[in-house]
């Protein structure tokens, strides 16, 4: 491990859970709005929206430590037309752009509803396709560790888990502020609050099921094709096998247990203080989890040939 | 097919002495840390108990035979097509090169390629590799490693005659499978090769010779 995979693992993390905060953010919005109008649902989400963009920047920023001449960055998307590492630079600049645009005309409440509305659509989609090139970038032929499913699953199921988780933990932080601001003000907000947090817990116990199935499907598979794949695998299980499952016991219990007991304290109002605290550590389970995972991908890999 | 120029080596001939190696390293006055190109042994078998005589060792399949390796200028480079900075390209006689006023020192390259063949310079921040001597080649000379083997193991020039003068094999162990990249390389086996990726031995130099 030195500088440029520590760099490539912050960026990967930073810039895929700004992904999922955002597509996150515009679901639950969505839902807000049909449920309490767009003001409450403006009122619950616009401070989240702000917190994405420094995220977002700052995973660009050390995205650049990775690069011997940093200074030529820009020469990174000179070949978009066979570059999966050009296009991933490409849509993660665009999706800086354009989110940002959007996070900046919907807190300034420039621009008419429709408009704002088609900028956090295309946002979106930008930025899912900027997780589909990351993970793009990793499947070479002459890299069997990466080069398999798991790389794309699993980098949208780290997207979404720790988008869902994010925004978790940004409602929560919002509600406590309001609060705080307007005591006995909130209760719209209370219940769109404790109606956010049930469906993030209930996507975070499907999307951990998915990652305890992939993640061990993955390292099998690789360990039964033999040859460079299995001498990955051995890393995975061996040398790496204690991190490995340091980073599954601590998503099962962030997404998996934290996440049954925040589905069950949303249902019950009057519990908003347990509610903060929950998410904020299944937050801070899964974020450490997600890490370790990440770092195990850019340790356990190994090319063919010579 | 468009023109390629292209290696022959011959394992067969080939006795590890690296000759090649370090005329490369003092043409392109390259670090100890970077080498375009690598002698790299590969060997195998094990030692059994002589059941004749209680102590004694026997070889059991024991063997070890040499590889010469650099850039093969593939027809299909993986290194070229992934280069975000478009900084490899492929030149009209199939030479494929860097051009390290457009690389950005990503790395990625070294991801790619199942050769080993870029080798990072620290000290600049970009990315090299064999050349294939392109500016002695244009003077119609041979690559300095061709001329430093003393066993004539290396040969350059275009590939379609070095495959008419010894054959198609393009892949013996350690080297991948041809199917990655497809190399510019003829190679006529030593007698105790193995198939790529059916290897029973292992690389023998330290890991960081190779
Ligand atoms: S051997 Fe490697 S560096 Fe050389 S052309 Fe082929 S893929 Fe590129
Ligand atoms: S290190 Fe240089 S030559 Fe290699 S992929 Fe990156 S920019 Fe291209």
């Given at each position: 491990?030195?500088v440029r995979?520590?760099?490539l693992?912050?960026f990967?993390?930073?810039?895929?859970?700004s992904?999922?905060a955002?597509v996150?953010?515009?679901?639950?919005?969505?839902?807000a709005?049909?449920?309490?109008?767009?003001e409450e649902?403006?009122r619950l989400s616009d401070?989240a929206?702000l917190a994405?963009?420094?995220v977002?920047v700052?995973?660009l920023?050390v995205?650049l430590?990775?690069?011997?001449n940093?200074l030529?960055a820009?020469?990174?998307?000179a070949?978009?037309?066979s570059s999966?590492l050009?296009r991933e630079i490409?849509f993660?600049?665009?999706?800086?752009v354009?989110?940002?645009?959007?996070?900046?005309?919907?807190w300034r409440?420039?621009g008419?509803?429709?408009?704002?509305?088609?900028?956090?659509?295309?946002?979106a989609l930008i930025?899912?396709v900027l997780?589909y090139s990351?993970?793009?970038?990793y499947?070479l032929g002459?890299?069997?560790a990466w080069?398999t499913w798991?790389?794309?699953?699993?980098?949208?199921?780290?997207?979404?888990?720790?988008?869902?988780l994010?925004?978790?933990?940004?409602?929560?932080?919002?509600y406590?502020?309001i609060?705080?601001?307007?005591p006995g003000?909130?209760?719209?907000q209370c219940?769109?609050?404790?109606?956010?947090v049930r469906?993030?817990a209930?996507a975070?116990?499907v999307?951990?099921g998915i990652?305890?199935l992939?993640?061990p499907l993955q390292?099998?598979?690789l360990?039964?094709a033999?040859?460079?794949?299995g001498?990955s695998a051995a890393l995975?299980y061996?040398e790496f096998?204690?991190?490995l499952?340091?980073?599954?016991a601590?998503?099962?219990?962030?997404?998996?247990?934290?996440?049954v007991?925040?589905?069950?304290?949303?249902?019950?109002?009057g519990?908003e203080k347990v509610?903060?605290?929950?998410t904020y550590a299944?937050?801070a389970?899964?974020?450490?989890?997600?890490?370790?995972g990440r770092?195990i991908?850019?340790?356990?890999?190994?090319?063919?040939g010579? | 097919?468009?023109?390629q120029?292209g290696?022959y080596f011959?394992?067969?001939?080939?006795?590890?002495c690296k000759?090649?190696q370090?005329a490369?390293?003092?043409?392109?006055?390259?670090?100890?840390a970077m080498r375009?190109?690598r002698v790299?042994?590969?060997?195998?078998?094990s030692w059994?108990?002589d059941?004749q005589n209680a102590?004694?060792?026997?070889?059991?399949?024991?063997?070890?035979y040499?590889i010469?390796s650099?850039?093969?200028?593939?027809?299909?480079?993986l290194?070229a097509e992934?280069?975000p900075?478009a900084?490899i390209?492929?030149?009209d006689?199939g030479?494929?090169l860097?051009?390290q006023?457009?690389?950005?020192?990503c790395?990625?390259c070294?991801?790619a390629?199942?050769?080993g063949?870029?080798?990072?310079?620290?000290?600049?921040?970009?990315?090299?590799k064999c050349?294939?001597?392109?500016d002695?080649v244009a003077?119609g000379?041979?690559p300095?490693?061709?001329?430093?083997?003393?066993?004539r193991a290396i040969?350059?020039?275009?590939i379609?005659?070095?495959r008419a003068k010894?054959?198609?094999?393009?892949s013996?162990?350690?080297l991948p499978?041809?199917k990655?990249t497809g190399?510019?390389?003829v190679i006529?086996?030593?007698?105790h090769?193995?198939a790529?990726?059916?290897?029973?031995?292992?690389?023998?130099?330290?890991?960081?010779?190779?």
């Amino acid at each position: 491990m030195n500088v440029r995979e520590w760099a490539l693992i912050s960026f990967t993390i930073l810039a895929q859970m700004s992904v999922g905060a955002f597509v996150v953010l515009g679901i639950v919005h969505f839902l807000a709005q049909r449920k309490a109008g767009s003001e409450e649902a403006d009122r619950l989400s616009d401070r989240a929206l702000l917190a994405i963009g420094p995220v977002m920047v700052l995973g660009l920023l050390v995205s650049l430590l990775h690069l011997g001449n940093p200074l030529n960055a820009y020469r990174a998307v000179a070949n978009v037309g066979s570059s999966w590492l050009s296009r991933e630079i490409l849509f993660g600049a665009l999706f800086a752009v354009v989110g940002g645009a959007f996070a900046i005309a919907q807190w300034r409440k420039i621009g008419s509803f429709a408009m704002r509305n088609l900028l956090a659509w295309l946002a979106a989609l930008i930025g899912l396709v900027l997780v589909y090139s990351m993970a793009s970038v990793y499947m070479l032929g002459t890299q069997p560790a990466w080069n398999t499913w798991a790389t794309p699953i699993s980098f949208f199921v780290t997207t979404l888990l720790l988008g869902v988780l994010a925004m978790g933990a940004a409602f929560v932080a919002n509600y406590a502020y309001i609060q705080r601001k307007y005591p006995g003000c909130a209760d719209a907000q209370c219940g769109l609050m404790r109606a956010a947090v049930r469906w993030i817990a209930v996507a975070a116990v499907v999307l951990v099921g998915i990652e305890l199935l992939v993640v061990p499907l993955q390292v099998a598979y690789l360990a039964a094709a033999g040859g460079v794949a299995g001498d990955s695998a051995a890393l995975m299980y061996g040398e790496f096998g204690l991190i490995l499952a340091l980073r599954l016991a601590l998503v099962f219990i962030g997404a998996g247990v934290l996440g049954v007991f925040l589905y069950q304290n949303a249902l019950s109002p009057g519990r908003e203080k347990v509610l903060g605290y929950l998410t904020y550590a299944a937050f801070a389970l899964v974020l450490v989890s997600e890490g370790l995972g990440r770092f195990i991908f850019y340790a356990t890999h190994l090319r063919i040939g010579i | 097919m468009a023109k390629q120029l292209g290696f022959y080596f011959n394992a067969s001939a080939c006795t590890a002495c690296k000759a090649c190696q370090v005329a490369c390293q003092d043409k392109n006055n390259l670090s100890a840390a970077m080498r375009w190109r690598r002698v790299v042994s590969y060997g195998g078998g094990s030692w059994v108990p002589d059941p004749q005589n209680a102590g004694l060792m026997l070889p059991n399949n024991v063997f070890v035979y040499s590889i010469s390796s650099a850039c093969y200028h593939c027809v299909n480079p993986l290194c070229a097509e992934v280069c975000p900075a478009a900084a490899i390209s492929k030149k009209d006689n199939g030479l494929v090169l860097i051009n390290q006023e457009q690389c950005i020192g990503c790395r990625y390259c070294e991801w790619a390629c199942p050769y080993g063949a870029p080798a990072y310079d620290q000290a600049r921040a970009v990315m090299t590799k064999c050349t294939g001597c392109d500016d002695l080649v244009a003077q119609g000379k041979n690559p300095v490693c061709v001329d430093a083997c003393v066993m004539r193991a290396i040969e350059f020039g275009d590939i379609e005659q070095l495959r008419a003068k010894y054959g198609h094999v393009d892949s013996i162990e350690p080297l991948p499978e041809a199917k990655y990249t497809g190399p510019a390389v003829v190679i006529t086996p030593h007698k105790h090769s193995q198939a790529s990726g059916k290897g029973t031995g292992k690389i023998l130099n330290l890991p960081e010779e190779v």
